[in-house]
């Protein structure tokens, strides 16, 4: 009994100063140690130019006070992220946007962090499971599709119609001055030049880019025929080359009637044009007597974390909160890209937006998945960029196309 009543005082002994220490004015709670932590990002020029980094790092910093983190910014394009983390994997950033079709080199190289718990979970229930795809490889996620990458048509109201532009056909051959281009080619390295043979129903290694006991279908009757119209396509008078003369040099002087680019560069052309800026879905063509819908490479662009990063969980954290609803819409705000967050997307501003709906429209209507296979990604862009390149000096014409077309299967598929 008498231990029992020494330990009920203890106890109310203990309660009684802690009630004290509690209703202290001065007293706190011990902080929580702040680690020293530094983060590399790579990021896109766009997104320095806006100052949108800098403030989605100055709002993560303060929403993890239990880091004092010493940022450094260095610009690579999503173009360029896998050479050049490639080069030097512990070197490179921490945090990187890279464009989908690099990712399946990154994790061969061992230089991209697989995502799981919360920030997979994040990803699977606010992004679509299409889109979702597009940074897997197999059942594992590695990366956080931001916004959408494809192409789409502009064109100037001066010079076109809605009508003008549904076909390629219609397009070239509309009636305009002597010193305007109807219609501006641009291969972007064989990444738009695809949208006319897979349009036609052709494809490299399958219908998704994975079966390499597919092959290549590019030299059949359909293959030659496509070919055939880019000679002429490329080589009509009406027609502008890329390299050769600037799109925005000639929309400046309403010079061009129609060409195919992205989001990136809508601010710079509606700058130009303003309200003459037309938006719509890649057209039509018909090579062998029937129609086709182009159909442009679709993937996403995507933030990922180096498998080597010395910050791992600090890293992790950052690339999930670059990716989440509230990021996207303010990345979308300042510098124009759509949001591939599904909540983001259907917000009021962006669904308003004649921008993003034609992105939506494209992905829906007008696309193709881009092929990652690692086989496709290493030979299709130099020897796919070599077609309109050869058409245009001559190398490459309606009597040897079967020829060239058979050579660029042998190169595509060659052990």
């Known amino acids: 009994m008498k231990l029992k ?9 203990a309660m009684a100063l802690t009630m004290l220490a509690g209703c202290g004015s ?26 949108t980094m800098e ?7 303060e929403a993890h006070p239990e880091y004092n983190i010493t940022w450094t910014t260095e610009i690579v394009g999503e173009d360029t992220a896998k050479e050049q ?3 030097d994997v512990g070197a ?13 080199e990154l994790v061969n190289a061992g230089a991209i962090a697989r995502l799981g718990g919360d920030t997979e979970t994040m990803v699977n229930e606010t992004i679509a499971p299409s ?3 597009t940074a897997k490889v197999g059942d594992a996620l590695y990366g956080i599709p931001f916004t959408h990458n494809t192409f789409f048509m502009f064109y100037d109201k001066t010079l076109m119609d809605e009508n ?25 390295g064989g990444w738009k030049l695809g949208a006319y043979y897979y349009g036609a129903g052709l494809s490299i290694f399958g219908p998704d880019g994975s079966d390499l006991s597919a092959g290549v279908d590019w030299n059949n009757e359909t293959g030659v025929a496509v070919t055939n119209y880019l000679i002429d396509l490329i080589n009509n008078p009406k027609v502008a080359y890329d390299g050769e003369i600037a799109v925005s040099e000639l929309i400046e002087d309403h010079r061009l009637g129609v060409w195919f680019d992205g989001s990136w560069n809508y601010d710079l052309y509606k700058g130009i044009l303003g309200d003459d800026l037309g938006l719509a879905t890649i057209p039509t063509f018909n090579p062998d007597g029937n129609d086709y819908q182009m159909l442009g490479f679709y993937g996403s662009k995507c933030i990922g974390v180096n498998a080597q990063s010395k910050n791992m969980a600090a890293a992790v954290a950052f690339a999930a909160f670059l990716g989440n609803e509230e990021n996207q819409l303010l990345r979308y705000e300042l510098s124009g890209q759509i949001p591939a967050n599904m909540a983001a997307g259907a917000s009021e501003a962006v669904a308003s937006d004649p921008l993003a709906t034609v992105i939506v429209d494209e992905a829906n209507n007008a696309s193709v998945a881009q092929p990652t296979n690692t086989v496709f990604s290493s030979r299709y862009w130099t020897y796919a960029n070599a077609i309109p390149t050869e058409i245009r000096s001559g190398q490459i014409t309606k009597d040897n196309v079967q020829q060239k077309l058979d050579d660029f299967v042998a190169s595509m598929t060659a052990e």
């Open 26 to 51: 001065g007293a706190q709670e011990a902080p929580a140690q702040v680690q020293d932590i530094t983060l590399k990002v790579w990021c896109p020029q766009n997104q320095v130019d806006t100052k």
């Open 55 to 61: 403030q989605q790092q100055a709002a993560f910093a």
């Open 164 to 188: 003008d532009i549904k076909t390629l056909e219609g397009i070239v051959g509309k009636d305009t001055p002597d010193n305007v281009y109807n219609f501006y080619f641009e291969s972007a």
């Open 5 to 13: 009543k020494v330990l009920a005082t203890v106890l109310a002994s």
């Open 92 to 104: 490179a950033a921490d945090v990187f946007f890279f464009a989908n079709d690099q990712l399946e």
């Open 131 to 133: 889109v979702v795809a």
């Open 85 to 87: 983390i490639l080069k």
